[in-house]
DNA sequence: CGTGGAGTTGACGTACGTCAATAACGGTGG
DNA sequence: CCACCGTTATTGACGTACGTCAACTCCACG
């Protein structure tokens, strides 16, 4: 079969960012791309896509717009664990689990592509490309998720809300989202705060403590990062763990 | 060829755990036996075994002592992000990426089996159990790695430190590594403030907090949990995470 | 005109960090 | 066996980066 223009460029931040992990022979792409066409879904911003202890019976790949994954407390504390960009998959790191450890919500209007656990698994079984990708993936993810624990561990609240927009800033790269030195933030700061681990307040005077050190523009949903390398500088930003460039 | 009960019982944490992650079939146990004999290595307690920015080329499979994952800042400050007991591998969440995110350390004298990269390789490729079992365990490892996030972020010092404590005592359970309420804490107190970050004065405090509270005895590198639910409750602490107990 | 969510600000409290001293411990060599 | 030493644990005094509470503003949307 052959897709039409508009499909190719909806499908194109997760071939982009697949085949960036590990080359995908045409085959492959094409197997993916058509499983995707037939599973696609949209969702309104601010709804669960799944929650902690549902059973998982597929994987999801985000197309547009931002998710993220978080963890609540009994008591109702919250902690954004990780973002989720286009291009990236739900729960292809949940496939092999029996249910969710996390809850997945939407931050802003989401389409993603929704493929039932059989069909993944008949799609990774027949391509070891495939597969390698997906579990690069996942290796990603945990490299992410290592930075973030040094970041709530032992970083401050202007580093650390530093750190959080470069990692954003770098992570929309590859996948075509930023434009110049700047992307958009679709994000409450509720949102950043919950992610950062600090209070909306202390988030709150810490964004201000960015714009006023003129290292960050941030209004109307846009971040503009005047001084990308000072800012990284102010966040110890290294880049390495989100593995942008691969050796082979 | 046949294994001497030596051999099988050194073998037996990996063989066990793995097994728990995903069934392997008697050959991939097998195959998987003789790869880790033939790459028996040891280390003494406070070495790094790997370091940030290392390339991989080799997967490790942990058969005795503790380990952890931790990354630094460029002014020292460090946090350790995990820990590694025995049965777990290395880096095997790491062999389809270039180089190491983060540094591993010994926290006691340890014993491990080290595949190189083609060896490992082609073990996967030859038994898809064993290859399953291995992103099955990066994949705990992710949702290990995530409830680290919300305790980091989101749990004042006590629960942490409660938190942390209940996670290794679940952990060292299904690899037979407990006796009754109590198991072996080999590590300082300024470890476990790395893995909680705190400082080693706060940890301390909060340490003899659990024990005036008689939840614990922590003394002559041993830990022992007075009432392990009472311990939970003021940790906050729900098992699921670990995937410990699999539907299959 | 309301109404509610998001952002912002001030006042104040507190859970944590820092610094520094001391005590307990474990290993090493005499 | 003891003297010595470095590491680890503990304690007190004090500072501060953060949280909490509460008010107020500013929109966006009816």
């Given at each position: 079969m052959s897709l039409s223009i508009?499909?190719?460029?909806?499908?194109?931040?997760?071939?982009r960012r697949l085949n960036a992990l590990r080359p995908?022979?045409?085959?492959?792409?094409?197997?993916?791309?058509?499983?995707m066409l037939e599973g696609l879904q949209r969702a309104g911003s601010g709804e669960d896509l799944i929650s902690e202890?549902?059973?998982?019976?597929?994987?999801?790949?985000?197309?547009?717009?931002?998710?993220?994954?978080?963890?609540?407390?009994?008591?109702?504390?919250?902690?954004i664990v990780n973002f989720i960009f286009p291009g990236e998959s739900c729960?292809?790191?949940?496939?092999?689990?029996?249910?969710?450890?996390?809850?997945i919500a939407t931050l802003t209007p989401v389409v993603y592509a929704e493929i039932k656990r059989a069909r993944f698994e008949s799609l990774i079984a027949g391509d070891r490309s495939l597969a390698e990708a997906f579990?690069?993936?996942s290796l990603v993810n945990n490299a992410i998720q290592r930075e973030w624990a040094i970041n709530l561990g032992r970083r401050v609240a202007l580093e650390r809300v530093a750190h959080l927009f470069c990692e954003i800033f770098e992570r929309l790269r590859p996948v075509g989202m930023i434009e110049g030195n700047s992307c958009i933030m679709p994000v409450t700061q509720m949102d950043l705060a919950d992610a950062t681990g600090l209070s909306v307040v202390h988030l709150?005077?810490?964004?201000?403590?960015?714009?006023?050190?003129g290292l960050i523009v941030l209004r109307e949903r846009t971040l503009t990062i005047n001084d990308l390398d000072a800012l990284k500088d102010a966040a110890l930003f290294s880049p390495s763990y989100l593995q942008l460039y691969r050796s082979g």
């Open positions: 508009a499909d190719r460029s909806l499908l194109e931040p997760a071939a995908l022979s045409a085959e492959a792409r094409a197997a993916l791309d058509y499983a202890g549902d059973p998982v019976d597929s994987v999801r790949v985000v197309l547009s717009g931002w998710l993220c994954r978080y963890k609540t407390l009994e008591d109702g504390r919250r902690q729960d292809a790191h949940a496939y092999l689990l029996a249910v969710m450890d996390h809850s579990w690069c993936e709150n005077r810490t964004v201000q403590e960015l714009r006023a050190s």
